[in-house]
């Protein structure tokens, strides 16, 4: 089975930097697309970004010019530098990867347990 495990979450102030990694690790699994999504206290979880396999990002417009994703695919390991990080911006954080095993065309969706992010001063 899929398993994700992210890291880099913590305790920052308001216009400080952080990086969130998530690595997918499982035998004979091919990740397509990977994101990040979050969800603040008490409200609904939501995307943040996202990233195909070949490379191509969107981003939710809260975001935009201020958080960076990327991935390894060699490392099945996809990224999330957050800059200029605001108050809003705390939540928890989870990955997401969409992925099929071998030959099979079947597709499936995994989360990662989730980081911790908050911004205070």
């Known amino acids: 089975q899929v398993q994700l495990v992210e890291s880099g979450g913590g305790l920052v102030q308001p216009g400080g930097s952080l990086r969130l990694s998530c690595e997918a690790s499982?035998?004979?699994?091919?990740?397509?697309?990977m994101g990040w999504y979050r969800q603040p206290p008490g409200k609904q979880r939501e995307l943040v970004a996202t990233i195909t396999r070949a490379g191509t990002a969107a981003y939710d417009d809260s975001v935009k010019g201020r958080f960076t994703i990327s991935r390894d695919n060699a490392k099945n390991t996809v990224y999330l530098q957050m800059n200029n990080l605001k108050p809003e911006d705390s939540a928890v954080y989870y990955c997401?990867?969409?992925?099929?095993?071998?030959?099979?065309?079947?597709?499936?969706?995994?989360w990662g347990q989730g980081t911790q992010v908050t911004v205070s001063s």
């Open positions: 499982g035998s004979d699994f091919r990740f397509y697309d």
């Open positions: 997401k990867t969409t992925w099929r095993r071998g030959i099979s065309i079947q597709f499936y969706d995994s």
